[in-house]
């Protein structure tokens, strides 16, 4: 099987469930507390590991509670934890998250040990890196080391995603030979620069995108579908309809599908459906890796 090497962040999430979110100053009564494992990295090597894929991943956590009950949520998932890093004088990384009836959400993130996760450490990986299919990295790491990792990638000819989450400007040294570019629709629009208010505005942005370097740019427009831009086109794949409790995670189930389906069949486009499948199905759930499908629930 074709192997996955995730490389990110992984984070204790502490969601509230909020009739509203507040404005600015404003209080809101909410319900239903709940700690879990998350972060975007553990939460896509999740996504691939239960939609079939053999999964690795690299980051860093504290050695406290939050950090051993991230390591329990990657293994028995079926992700391999053997190159996680554990800091001990660091707390593991908090996400506080706060999801309104409507499923959108709201979220404020400490990096904690997920900041200490070094170029050094990716030098260290190597190997593994040179042995993988691919590699799925995002920007919740500091921007060095995941720098670091495309380079490596690159000189490997390993294809790497990156979802550019949070969005960072790019230089177009990083941009170029990206095999996948995964933003959402805000993502882009900090990106380029450009507006992306219509599908139209998306597909130009994204394939400015392609002029700087990306090979495929596959925006995610949440019940609007994805949008996908290469050197043949672009297209536009509708969502399943589902009635969403939280969009938590969505993003990130949608990266891991795509990711597990790739790997099986070397077809974008199919991978893509795959994607919204897996993400439509996660937003019928409270949580990010709560809510995350397993092959056997998309049958």
Not at 23 to 49: C, M, S, W, Y
Not at 75 to 101: K, P, W
Not at 158 to 164: I, K, M, Q, Y
């Amino acid at each position: 099987m074709s192997k996955i090497l995730v490389i990110g962040s992984a984070n204790a999430d502490l969601m509230i469930a909020t009739p509203t979110l507040p404005k600015p100053g404003e209080t809101v009564r909410g319900h239903d507390f709940l700690v879990a494992p998350g972060g975007k990295g553990a939460n896509q090597a999740i996504a691939a590991a239960r939609l079939g894929g053999d999964v690795s991943f690299i980051g860093s956590i504290g050695d406290d509670d939050f950090g051993r009950n991230i390591r329990t949520s990657l293994s028995e998932s079926g992700v391999d934890t053997a190159n996680l890093c554990v800091r001990s004088r660091f707390s593991t990384g908090v996400a506080l998250i706060l999801s309104e009836t409507s499923g959108e959400n709201m979220i404020a993130i400490a990096a904690g040990a997920n900041d200490l996760l070094l170029p050094a450490d990716i030098d260290a990986a190597a190997c593994a890196i040179a042995k993988a299919s691919m590699i799925v990295c995002q920007f919740e790491s500091p921007v060095a080391t995941i720098e670091r990792v495309v380079e490596v990638a690159k000189l490997s000819g390993v294809p790497v995603l990156l979802n550019p989450a949070p969005a960072r400007r790019m230089q177009d040294e990083m941009l170029d030979g990206i095999r996948f570019l995964v933003p959402n629709r805000q993502e882009l629009a900090h990106l380029t620069g450009l507006p992306t208010r219509t599908l139209a505005d998306v597909e130009a942005a994204a394939k400015t995108l392609l002029f700087r370097g990306a090979q495929t740019v596959i925006v995610t427009l949440g019940p609007e579908g994805a949008l996908r831009a290469s050197a043949d086109g672009a297209c536009v794949f509708p969502a399943p309809i589902v009635e969403a409790v939280d969009t938590t995670g969505a993003g990130d189930t949608f990266v891991g599908g795509f990711a597990a389906e790739w790997c099986r069949t070397s077809d974008v486009d199919a991978a893509i459906s795959f994607a919204q499948r897996a993400a439509a199905y996660s937003v019928t759930g409270r949580g990010a890796q709560a809510s995350m499908p397993w092959l056997s629930d998309l049958d």
